[in-house]
């Protein structure tokens, strides 16, 4: 790794990723700051996901920029991010994004230097990766890849979550969540995600409501769905599939929802962003893996069970993830995973927590 630069006091990042990506890229930015104390760092972020960003006390600035609409809405967007990152004037930009958009933006901004994802031939927009002899990118879990990528920086982050800056009104609104439907956090909470973005990600409504009736109860029990924006419909069909025993939560922001999971005995979720904020938070996890390797998302020092049945789709054998990722609508691996071994899994989180 090359020793820290010189003469560094403005610092622009580009983190406008998704949920579980966003929150994967703060140690990277938290290990640019204790790199350079004393710079300021302003971070170029997905609106939906500002509060990963705001309030953290190594980040000056979360702004904003929306990748939706149009041509023309697109345009203005851009413009109006790159004009503000000129003016911020920054010595390093460090692109945790990694998109062809904001690897020629990395450039057009000004700064004496730049790294970043190395992908894609994306390389010749940044000015520090020849300075040294870097390895080919890390496949490992996403934060070792922004770590590597940060390296030509000389920024030694660390593999280690950074939870969000929960308030005391995130907390309240957590206690109001839980305290409207019976439930309390703690020894007993046994938190159910059933969203995920991705088909093949999917484990469905009826074996997590058949999961809660398999689990209520055991150890004191008690489970609650977890609401994703406009996924209500998805929510209603795991409780009706539960006979009741699991309870609906509303949807919650972001640092509230990590609020929430901190106080929870076990999160069970797939691969999705709400995985990542459950460990950010602590919370253990039973982990339903489906159409990617769990060593490119899992936190290997977390508490963590993972089921994980590749041998049950013939399209993957080896790789990191099944040829048909964003296609697949058959769902072998997730659907591989009964309910009685996520029981089971459950259960050994919850009698030794």
């Known amino acids: 790794m090359r020793v820290p630069l010189s003469n560094i006091r403005t610092i622009l990042v580009f983190a406008c990723n998704l949920l579980g990506d966003s929150i994967c890229r703060l140690p990277a930015i938290k290990g640019a700051r204790e790199t350079y104390p004393g710079t300021r760092i302003f971070v170029i972020v997905d609106p939906r996901y500002r509060e990963v960003f705001a309030g953290q006390p190594f980040i000056d600035e979360a702004w904003p920029l929306s990748r939706r609409g149009g041509v023309l809405a697109q345009a203005w ?35 004496r230097f730049r790294t970043g994802l190395y992908g894609d031939g994306l390389s010749r927009w940044y000015n520090l990766r020849d300075l040294v002899d870097v390895p080919a990118l890390h496949r490992g879990h996403i934060i070792e890849r922004m770590n590597e990528a940060m390296a030509p920086a000389g920024i030694a982050a660390r593999f280690k979550y950074c939870p969000l800056a929960v308030g005391e009104e995130d907390r309240e609104d957590a206690r109001a969540a839980l305290t409207g439907i019976g439930r ?3 020894r007993n909470l046994v938190a159910l995600n059933p969203a995920a ?17 398999g689990i209520s109860g055991s150890g004191g029990a008690r489970c609650v769905v977890i609401t994703a924006p406009g996924q209500e419909a998805l929510t ?41 904020l ?3 938070m602590g919370a253990p996890s039973v982990v339903l893996a489906g159409p990617t390797d769990p060593a490119l998302f899992v ?16 399209e993957w054998k080896t790789g990191e993830q099944c040829r048909r990722y964003n296609t697949c609508s058959d769902r072998r691996c997730i659907d591989a995973i009964a309910v009685e071994e996520a029981a089971a899994a459950v259960r050994e989180l919850l009698f030794t927590h």
Do not use: N
């Not at 949807?251 to 990542?276: F, I, M, S």
């Not at 020092?301 to 049950?312: C, K, M, N, P, T």
């Open 197 to 213: 973005r991705v088909e093949g990600k999917r484990w469905a409504a009826e074996r997590f409501g058949k999961l809660a009736r």
């Open 77 to 111: 967007e851009w413009s109006a991010a790159l004009a503000r990152a000129r003016r911020s004037r920054p010595d390093l930009v460090l692109d945790l994004y990694g998109s062809k958009r904001t690897a020629v933006a990395s450039r057009l901004v000004g700064a």
């Open 299 to 314: 936190y290997p020092s977390g508490r963590q069970v993972i089921l994980f049945h590749r041998e049950a789709c013939p």
């Open 278 to 280: 459950g460990t950010a």
């Open 184 to 186: 309390e956090g703690g």
């Open 236 to 276: 209603a069909e795991v409780v009706t599939a539960s006979g009741g025993t699991a309870a609906a939560l509303p949807v919650l922001g972001l640092r509230a929802l990590g609020a929430l999971l901190k106080t929870a005995a076990v999160l069970v979720t797939g691969d999705t962003g709400v995985l990542h």
